[in-house]
């Protein structure tokens, strides 16, 4: 399919300019011209949504599911287009793009048959007891309905998948509520085909034009406009610890406070485990390696610190690991900034005088070399910085002098997205004492494996506790994500005639 951009916003079903123009900032390929978001134009898009979330959220859930598959379809006779602008703005490659064009698609039709299935109403029928004594019992009817219009902002790293017609959009339409998404600046050509496809999806549908908008670019108050609009009742986010937090506090300072589901990412540790280590250190490492350079270290779920029992074994994983991240060339990064970032967190851990700098690539300006570094628990916990994410191929190895070192650091971490524990039947008894633990720390929790690739699921929990998002009883990945934009109402005493759709079991 033949597509054409128009570097515009699309609000209220249209595709409208602003009052400028930004420059994108292609990795490769033609610098394109794109409207500049505006507080005006915000005002304009949540007025649209508010619009629609009358007839939206009274639509059907086959009428829902069969919206959700549509846009699925949509983007996928956009695929080549999708794939031509995504690698040239991004710098990924084209398989990483296709296959992340492939989650997208699978998210939006799980939750068409998430909520075909209905169960994600969580209804509760108290029938009527009229002779109960000493007072009788009114009939009570509870489900879940829609919160209202929510604000997704796009993610750098997953320009698809967590952007515009990402997990966040996913989620809140199936609930029954309208999405305005503020276009992140990395990506604003791929984010507007996308939104191209999602308009095909609304007027193949029949539904209210409102139901979806896409801001691009614009300053700072664009995204402030954004989440403290009176008509947003939720924010969904992926991105930052400072961007989210400074999001974050807007939300909870406005009249009416609104939940903000924010992802901000972790450091991930993995356990090395002593009988693990013994009997496959070497696998060990070419594993870590691998994931930790996976997409130039750019996900969240990227596992950055490596905590391991101090001796031989742990001599022959750093040797190994560094062997292993050797092979593996300079990447280009999503943007400059994000490369200057990675950069500066690499020298600031090399410069620490309690750690060892092991490898330290050279790569061009808006690439990222692996970088590989060590320290010790006792210095871990006397500089919490130790523990700060630093986005990108950095892995940094932390040596413990007992199980009961390890075991303390593990106690000290702060909330993270992942926790890895690498064991073998003789360590079970290690990890039983350290389950407890991680099970307060993270959200996911791996025995055997690495965190990178997140399974799109039923059961799939992405979040954790703060700092790793801001709701450590949310998740942005898999059906229970749409909980997020649902609110439980109770009916009591009403007429059938007067119930929402689907408020009977």
Not at 470 to 476: D, L, P, R, V, W
């Amino acid at each position: 399919m033949s597509v054409s951009l128009y570097g515009q916003h699309l609000v209220g079903g249209v595709w409208c300019d602003g009052p400028g123009v930004f420059a994108s900032s292609p990795a490769s390929g033609p610098v394109r011209s794109f409207a500049v978001g505006t507080v005006e134009l915000v005002d304009q898009a949540c007025a649209a949504a508010e619009a629609a979330f009358a007839s939206y959220a009274r639509t059907s859930r086959a009428e829902r599911a069969r919206f959700l598959r549509a846009i699925a379809d949509e983007i996928e006779v956009r695929a080549e287009a999708i794939t031509e602008i995504g690698t040239q703005e991004t710098g990924l490659p084209a398989a990483r793009l296709n296959g992340e064009r492939g989650r997208t698609t699978g998210q939006l039709r799980l939750f068409a048959d998430h909520i075909a299935e209905g169960a994600y109403l969580d209804r509760r029928v108290d029938p009527a007891l009229p002779d109960r004594q000493p007072a009788p019992r009114p009939d009570i009817r509870m489900m879940q309905r829609p919160i209202g219009p929510v604000a997704v902002f796009g993610a750098s790293n997953f320009p698809l998948a967590f952007s515009t017609a990402g997990g966040d959009t996913a989620a809140a339409l199936a609930a029954g509520c309208p999405v305005v998404v503020k276009g992140h600046s990395a990506h604003p050509g791929t984010a507007e085909i996308v939104a191209q496809a999602v308009l095909a999806a609304i007027l193949s549908c029949g539904l209210h034009s409102g139901v979806f908008a896409l801001i691009q670019g614009g300053k700072r108050d664009v995204g402030t406009a954004l989440v403290t609009n009176p008509l947003i009742k939720a924010v969904g986010f992926t991105g930052s610890l400072v961007g989210g937090r400074a999001l974050f506090d807007l939300c909870a300072q406005r009249p009416e406070p609104i939940p903000f589901f924010g992802e901000l990412g972790s450091v991930n540790p993995m356990f090395m485990l002593p009988g693990a280590m013994s009997a496959r250190g070497a696998e060990l490492a070419a594993g870590w390696a691998a994931s930790l350079t996976m997409g130039a270290g750019q996900f969240c779920t990227n596992p950055g610190l490596a905590v391991v029992l101090d001796g031989p074994d742990a001599d022959a994983f750093v040797t190994d690991t560094v062997a292993a991240l050797t092979q593996v060339a300079a990447q280009t990064m999503l943007t400059d900034g994000i490369a200057a970032a990675y950069r500066a967190g690499q020298s600031r851990l090399a410069a620490h005088p309690d750690v060892r700098p092991l490898l330290q690539g050279e790569a061009p300006a808006r690439a990222a070399a692996p970088a590989l570094l060590e320290t010790t628990v006792a210095a871990f916990l006397a500089d919490h910085t130790l523990g700060e994410e630093v986005f990108g191929p950095l892995g940094l190895v932390v040596r413990a002098r007992s199980l009961d070192e390890m075991a303390q650091l593990a106690r000290s971490l702060q909330g993270q997205l992942t926790a890895t524990l690498h064991m073998d039947p003789a360590d079970l008894a290690t990890a039983q004492d350290l389950l407890p633990v991680l099970e307060r720390k993270a959200g996911r929790i791996l025995v055997n494996g690495f965190p990178t690739g997140v399974e799109v699921g039923e059961a799939m929990v992405h979040g954790g506790p703060y700092p790793a998002s801001t709701n450590f009883g949310a998740t942005s990945v898999g059906t229970l994500a749409i909980r997020r934009f649902l609110r439980p109402v109770a009916y009591q005493n009403f007429p059938k005639d007067l119930l929402p759709n689907d408020a009977n079991p």
